[in-house]
């Protein structure tokens, strides 16, 4: 299967009164075609970052500051001022015009809190609207509510209640109407940060179904955030546990919670309480992520990590394939 | 360098280039610094080159003079810090110290100034005093305060510099009738509204006076008019916003109804009104001022009182049976001087600007008295005949000044009120 | 609260607002100098003239007397007699109060034109060059005397550059428009003078920059700070990220939300704005209410002037009553 992504070397910084930040550290990352990639850690580990930066929508203080984004585009992106050729695009190279093209059409992006995102003052339709004339300025109003009744109907929502106001829905509603908007352009990448994190459990199973269902009927590839290693355990095809902004181990999701290959994933996977085993200790991992504006040499990790060894602490480890197919950066492993 | 080090050390511990420092900040950043540093090295040369040619003969020695001042208080300050580290004084003793040590300055410069030129009754006493005090100050502001600015950032930058802009104004104006080249009330020095030239570096007035010499001295009248402005609107508006909001009641909203339709004149009108019918002079023009602008710090007290008093730990003291003058004193005054501070600022420039805003319209003071004000609204009539530099300077002066306070009281904002974090 | 019920209680804190202001612009003109019309004659004069002009000017009846026929003599009208030549004060406010109103309205216009324009590029900038150079601007024309500005503008643009007329209001070799409002620009277009309209446009340029310049600086700040504010919101980035335009962003949602802090802000300069005239007046040699005022300093007339100051103190308060009744009609939590 072809990779959708390509992400080669990404390095983005914080520039802050105290200093400069390194929020994502020299990321090398593929996403194949219609899988979904879980993006897993701490909250300050780098993910969000990450997935903004796909976007190119990295907030202030923050900067791309290096590496590539490869996009695999299969057709032709029209936009007012020219058109994006197909084939394979670096997403930082665009311009303004390009990336906004972009956005909304070809890559969507959930964010965790429906009410915020949603603009208050405006009606659902209205939203609708926005983003479809955003990217042809030539369309019908027929069209408009045809399509958005379409999404939304696919989302279990009625029809009727399109006309009213994001704070009269309930959070499991607005957020559905966010994926609806998300998708309503039919994008080939779907970007999902911690989207049913606000919600309450029964709501967040229902819509992870929803958003599983929806992915096979759009053909979707997906990246979805979060540091609840449930959640992807149910929806991810592969999981990439990121620390202090790199990438500490990739593998598909049952090989990884069977048989985690880094101390830090081990560490993550014998947190989480099993209902299988109630009576198992929760156990936690000593210390605190350190503060990036400065950063320790080697592997950020070394200070909580039972195996470190003296090359841990001088030379950070590079992300190399193990086991054929599964990626760890970990001076414990050799690679293939 | 070791923490004493440092704290004796102050701000020139912040001019050692640290390599790894200096290489990180940003190119704007050095190139601001080094267009200040040069300008002020260019400012204080032509300073002293005029005062080696200045009217009264003495203009350099003055100037050395209360150099001598700011360096007696330098050494003292050191050594003040020096006896805190080494804990032989305790900071609230350090300060008692220096306020001493700029008692004892201010005496001997009265008595210097008095035998030094006798016939000077006094008046060469007061420039020195002030003259001396101001670059002590201006000294503990470098020495002190710097490295306390310079942790706020750009808002500390900002608040330094409108700070030092003003602390050079009074010196200025402190020193300016022993450093001028001609007297600035002498009539026809030279010919009438001459254009900019050696003799007269920036031209002469209608009157054939010299306008470099004016320009320098001309500042004394605006800065008297606000400073006794602002003390007699502080004295009042503080006191009365505290009393009225804790108060409560009838007197809050009694006294809030007279503010505020106070507030909704147009300043400047009022200031009119009230000086036209005391007529002339630095206390009219003062209190028509302060007049104006009382509101101003009343609804800002009131504000952060009504705020203060809701406080937890507030209702907890009066629970515990605080008295209300406790309370006031020590919770409520220290919440709300910080603001107090940042509309004086404020005040100070506004002060300026009404005050020029009222010798233009005419009730300023007697001409004889050099005034940029006066200059400004003589100058006005030269303009039809493209005479602009009899505005210009003047103008430029009373631009500065207000500046300076502004940049003073934004700096403050940002540093005692932070707001818009990152 | 109901709009009725907050318009009725605005109206009657007016009253005693106004009241106030009477009182103490009576309290400084009658009561503080002692004898007003014994400070109008500067050498000594004889007590039958003197007794002649008290009575004349209704100044030799008890103060309490006089109190009432000043608060009486207001709503008809009545602003008092000049003490020059004991011509109502009221017929030179009608004449020249409309040149004061037409230069005072096209400057807050400038004003607020220019400063939301400088806030949105300062917002938009944060932190960059053009965003500390805006504000700098901002403070540097807070701190210059109005004249001082209005006197450099003069002699460049007038008698150095000779682009702009200065000295007066309108051409001495056209006819002056017919009065309908007294504002030569509303009453050229009124009947059709185009010639007068653009030679009284002429005229109003460089004291509307003048006096707009000095006040902009606050709407630049308020402008920055809203913008600031409500661009860091999420659904601006949730906007973003579904490719709607900045140009869009910024004004759609950005600027929506300014509109109301900015009229409210209208109000309070309103004050301001009127003190500036006084002085932008006297500089330019504008024939309006404020350099009447000026001149009847000149000629110690204290009358006159107790009468001007009272009509602007009367003119804010009705001004900033209506303005605070606009606001809560258009404020939707007032509203509803």
């Not at chain 3, 869009?248 to 003190?275: E, R, S, V």
Request: aromatic share 10%.
């Amino acid at each position: 299967m072809a990779n959708l992504l390509e992400i080669q070397n990404l390095t983005v910084e914080y520039k802050t009164r105290r200093g400069t930040a390194r929020g994502v550290d020299n990321v090398n990352l593929n996403l194949e075609e219609n899988k979904t990639l879980g993006l897993a850690g701490e909250s300050g580990c780098g993910k969000s970052t990450l997935g903004r930066s796909i976007m190119r929508l990295v907030p202030y203080p923050g900067e791309v500051v290096g590496g590539k984004i490869l996009m695999h585009l299969h057709h032709d992106v029209p936009y007012p001022k020219g058109v994006i050729s197909k084939g394979i695009v670096n997403i930082l190279d665009l311009n303004e015009d390009e990336i906004r093209a972009l956005r909304g059409k070809e890559i969507a992006y959930i964010f965790q809190d429906p009410m915020t995102s949603l603009n208050p003052m405006i009606k659902v339709d209205k939203h609708f609207q926005e983003i479809m004339k955003a990217h042809d300025p030539e369309i019908e109003e027929e069209e408009i509510r045809g399509r958005a009744y379409e999404i939304l109907d696919g989302l279990g929502i009625s029809p009727e209640r399109i006309s009213d106001y994001p704070h009269q829905f309930s959070g499991g509603m607005r957020q559905r109407v966010m994926i609806g908007l998300g998708l309503a352009l039919r994008p080939k990448l779907l970007i999902a940060d911690e989207p049913t994190t606000s919600l309450d459990v029964i709501v967040e199973a229902q819509i992870l179904e929803e958003i599983a269902e929806l992915k096979e009927l759009f053909n979707l590839t997906m990246i979805l955030i979060t540091h609840n290693l449930g959640v992807l355990a149910q929806t991810a095809d592969d999981i990439a546990i990121m620390y202090t902004g790199r990438i500490m181990e990739q593998s598909p999701t049952e090989l990884l919670f069977e048989d985690p290959l880094h101390p830090y994933a081990k560490a993550l996977l014998e947190s989480v309480p099993d209902v299988q085993h109630p009576e198992k200790k929760l156990s936690w991992i000593p210390g605190a992520p350190p503060d990036l504006i400065h950063p320790i040499p080697g592997c950020m990790y070394n200070p909580r990590c039972p195996h470190a060894m003296d090359i841990c602490k001088t030379t950070i480890p590079d992300l190399i394939t193990v086991d054929g197919g599964r990626l760890v950066a970990c001076h414990l492993f050799r690679g293939d | 360098m070791s923490q004493q080090e440092t704290a004796i050390s102050g701000v020139f511990y912040y001019l050692i280039p640290r390599t790894g420092d200096w290489k990180e900040r940003s190119r704007s950043f050095l190139i601001g610094l080094a267009v200040v540093v040069i300008g002020s090295l260019a400012i204080i040369s032509a300073f002293i080159g005029l005062a080696l040619r200045s009217n009264s003969g003495i203009g350099i020695y003055v100037i050395v003079y209360t150099i001598l001042c700011a360096f007696v208080v330098l050494i003292s300050d050191a050594y003040r810090k020096y006896r805190i580290q080494e804990k032989h004084m305790t900071p609230r003793t350090g300060w008692l110290f220096l306020s001493a040590i700029f008692i004892i300055l201010g005496f001997v410069s009265v008595v210097v100034g008095l035998f030094w030129v006798p016939e000077s009754e006094g008046s060469l006493s007061s420039a020195l005093v002030l003259g001396g005090t101001v670059l002590g100050v201006v000294v503990i502001l470098l020495y002190d305060g710097y490295p306390i600015l310079e942790e706020r950032g750009s808002a500390g930058y900002v608040a330094m510099a409108g700070l030092l802009i003003v602390f050079a104004m009074v010196y200025m104006t402190a020193v300016s009738w022993w450093v001028v080249p001609y007297d600035p009330r002498d009539l026809d020095v030279g010919p009438y509204i001459s254009a900019p030239s050696v003799q007269f570096p920036l031209g002469t007035t209608s009157l054939g006076q010299d306008l470099l010499s004016r320009t320098i001295a001309g500042g004394g009248i605006m800065l008297q008019v606000a400073v006794l402005s602002v003390l007699v609107c502080f004295s009042v508006g503080v006191p009365l916003g505290l009393a009225a909001s804790y108060r409560g009641g009838v007197a809050d909203k009694a006294t809030s109804l007279v503010m505020d339709s106070i507030f909704a004149f147009p300043g400047l009108v009022l200031a009119i009104a009230i000086a036209a019918m005391l007529g002339p002079g630095v206390v009219n023009m003062a209190l028509a001022i302060a007049v104006v602008y009382i509101p101003s710090y009343f609804r800002v007290i009131r504000s952060q009182v009504l705020t203060v008093k809701e406080l937890p730990y507030v209702e907890a003291a009066i629970v515990l049976g605080a008295r209300d003058r406790d309370i006031l004193f020590r919770y409520v005054l220290p919440n709300v001087l910080p603001s107090a501070v940042v509309v004086m600022s404020i005040n100070f420039a506004d002060a300026i600007l009404t005050a020029a805003g009222l010798t233009f319209v005419g009730l300023g003071l007697p001409v004889s008295v050099p005034d940029w004000g006066w200059d400004l609204t003589f100058g006005s009539h030269q303009l039809i005949a493209g005479k602009w530099w009899v505005i210009t300077y003047p103008g430029l002066m009373i631009v500065i000044l207000a500046l300076g306070f502004t940049l003073a009281g934004e700096g403050l904002n940002e540093i005692l009120t932070p707001k818009l974090k990152e | 609260m109901s709009l009725k019920s907050y318009v009725v209680t605005r109206v009657l804190m007016t009253i005693p607002m106004i009241m106030l202001l009477l009182t103490f612009v009576f309290i400084i003109v009658r009561i503080l100098p002692g004898d007003p019309a014994l400070l109008h004659f500067e050498r000594h004069v004889d007590p039958e003239t003197l007794e002649a002009f008290r009575q004349t000017l209704g100044l030799d009846v008890p103060i309490l007397q006089q109190y009432f026929n000043y608060l009486i003599g207001l709503p008809a009208g009545d602003f008092g007699l000049s003490m020059q030549d004991f011509t109502p004060i009221s017929e030179h406010i009608v004449v020249r109060f409309p040149a004061t109103l037409e230069l005072t309205i096209y400057s807050m216009i400038y004003a607020v034109l220019l400063g939301v324009a400088l806030g949105v590029k300062s917002a938009k900038n944060y932190d960059k060059t053009q965003d500390h150079g805006i504000r700098m601007f901002g403070i540097v024309t807070y701190a210059i005397p109005v004249f001082f500005l209005g006197m450099i503008l003069q002699i460049i643009f007038s008698i150095w550059l000779h682009l702009l007329p200065t000295g007066t209001r309108f051409d001495p070799h056209y006819a002056t428009p017919t009065t309908i409002t007294g504002m030569y620009t509303i009453d050229s277009l009124l009947t059709g003078n185009i010639t007068g309209f653009v030679v009284s446009l002429r005229y109003l340029i460089l004291p509307t920059i003048t006096l707009g310049t000095i006040l902009c600086g606050i709407f630049i700040r308020l402008t920055r700070t809203n913008m600031l504010e409500t661009l860091r919101q999420d659904f601006v980035v949730a906007a973003e990220a579904r490719g709607l335009s900045s140009g869009k962003i910024t004004y759609t949602y950005a600027l929506k939300n300014a509109f109301l802090p900015i009229l409210t802000m209208i109000g309070l300069q309103f004050a301001a704005l009127l003190a500036g005239a006084v002085l932008t007046e006297t500089t330019f040699s504008w024939p309006g209410l404020g350099t009447y005022l000026v001149q009847r300093i000149a000629h110690r007339d204290y009358t006159a002037i107790q009468g001007v100051v009272v009509f602007f103190g009367i003119l804010v308060s009705i001004v900033t009553l209506i303005l605070d009744i606009l606001y809560a009609y258009l404020d939707p939590r007032i509203r509803l």
